[in-house]
């Protein structure tokens, strides 16, 4: 396990990713255990190595709902092919969305999403193929779709309108991961959202705080009994 680790310290992994590895082995090797497959001991040492000590983590930014609102006022809805917009279980969804690590989700779509996209629709004359195409200087619109600086220029341009500063481009999924959790959003359903391999990584995005003023386990209704004397 100790040869392991720094086998992957080696390859320049950073620690997060060296530490799920070093998880993995580490509940194959109790599962290992409990089935006879592997001696107590030799699991007990196994689970005995560290894992990389991290050094720091980049938070990033999160929106307050307010902003979040105002970025949506200024702003227009993303890219995408028309054909992947379809009706399913009875609401709207973009289907095969291909997001990191070539992983495919399904996207459910807002009510106020899909309105700003039919009057796009309606306007741009678009039918089929790439719902936003690029545009020559002399406005001929091309088949192919825009480019990813393209969609990012406008998310500047709109976040400028809103009054939002310095915005990154995956702040808006870390805001959109903590404004589900803070409506009651289920933590595995957000991770399904944001197409998340672990919960972990879903769990940074939302960067929970501890509520000392409505504690969670005050909720549980338990109260000391009185005395009946």
């Known amino acids: 396990m100790v040869k392991y680790r720094a086998f992957l310290e080696r390859l320049s992994l950073s620690a997060a990713t060296i530490n799920l590895h070093l998880s993995a082995i580490r509940r194959l090797a109790d599962e290992s255990a ?61 289907v095969n969305l291909v997001g990191k690590g070539k992983r495919l989700r399904t996207i459910p779509v807002p009510s106020w999403t899909k309105e700003l996209l039919d009057a796009w629709l309606r306007r741009s004359g678009v039918i089929e193929g790439k719902v936003f195409r690029r545009v020559l200087k002399g406005g001929t619109r091309q088949e192919a779709s825009v480019t990813a600086n393209v969609v990012w220029y406008a998310v500047k341009r709109c976040a400028s309108q809103a009054g939002i500063a310095n915005l990154a481009p995956h702040d ?47 909720r549980l209704g338990i109260s000391v009994a009185s005395d009946s004397a």
């Open 34 to 94: 409990e089935s006879g497959w592997l001696s107590p001991e030799h699991a007990i040492g196994i689970r005995r190595v560290k894992g990389v000590k991290r050094l720091g983590r980049k938070m990033g930014n999160w929106l307050t709902r307010n902003q979040a609102q105002e970025l949506v006022n200024a702003s227009e809805v993303g890219g995408l092919n028309l054909d992947q917009l379809q009706s399913r279980e009875g609401r709207w969804v973009i």
């Open 172 to 218: 808006l999924r870390r805001t959109c991961a903590r404004l589900c959790h803070g409506c009651g959003g289920e933590l595995e359903q957000i991770q399904f959202l944001l197409g998340h391999a672990s919960v972990q990584t879903t769990e940074r995005y939302i960067g929970s705080k501890q509520k000392l003023q409505d504690a969670v386990n005050d």
